[in-house]
């Protein structure tokens, strides 16, 4: 169990199981850096993250960005949206002060582009779930995806598989941070669409080695100051 000083935030973990050093330089150095895609998922959250906005659609409520928390995992964040669908489950269900009835919590996050074929979206909304669960003593079984590209909405089971990624996260996570040790880099396809990718990553161009890079970079005097060797 952790505590309130030890928490991190829930969303970082879409950034963890994206790209370990990513979310180290955004938590840890405090670096960030906008690109196209992270400007249009701001455009596009503008009215889904309005807290005061709450949408009626037959016999189900949905409520806007609301504040979750799990000790467990020591994770704390702001869902994008909770839909409360009625039920009749006495157990796994929750009272809302101005909802009478029993309703069932399914967090709903909303996502840039189109459905992947990796975990990187899931884990965000599962550590949601586990949140929900840990706060009201309840078992979820699915929550939903919409996708702005598709504009299709996407139940995702909650397996187990998917709690071990998230509770394996969060623990390297934590790790991570008090360490306060950035993790290497590992180039890949990932890195191209990184909005980090020049802070990670800065392009030497063709400077393939250490004399390279000086005779490119610094002046023939400074070099001669500090001479390297002919095998670097």
């Known amino acids: 169990m952790y505590t309130d000083e030890d928490m991190l935030m829930l969303s970082g973990i879409q950034h963890y199981r994206f790209c370990p050093r990513q979310w180290a330089l955004i938590h840890l150095e405090q670096k960030w850096d906008e690109n196209r895609l992270t ?78 074929q990796n975990e990187i979206d899931e884990v965000q909304l599962v550590a949601q779930v586990m949140c929900l669960e840990e706060m009201y003593s309840i078992h979820l079984e699915y929550g939903d995806f919409f996708y702005w590209e598709t504009r299709h909405r ?34 890949g396809k990932h890195c191209v669409n990184c909005s980090l990718k020049n802070v990670c990553l800065p392009e030497l161009k063709k400077c393939t080695t ?23």
């Open 210 to 232: 250490v004399r390279n890079y000086l005779d490119k970079y610094l002046k023939n005097e400074e070099i001669a100051e500090y001479p390297v060797r002919d095998d670097a």
């Open 39 to 116: 400007i249009e998922g701001q455009i596009q959250h503008r009215h889904v993250d309005d807290p005061s906005y709450r949408q009626k659609c037959g016999d189900r409520i949905v409520l806007r960005s609301v504040h979750l928390v799990s000790y467990q995992l020591g994770l704390y964040g702001i869902s994008d949206a909770i839909e409360l669908v009625p039920t009749e489950d006495s157990v796994n269900s929750i009272h809302h002060p101005s909802y009478p009835g029993l309703w069932k919590p399914v967090p709903i996050e909303y996502k840039h582009g189109r459905p992947k």
């Open 154 to 187: 996407q139940e995702v089971e909650i397996t187990p598989k998917l709690r071990r990624i998230v509770e394996d996260c969060a623990r390297e996570m934590h790790s991570v941070f008090k360490s306060g040790i950035i993790p290497g880099f590992s180039v």
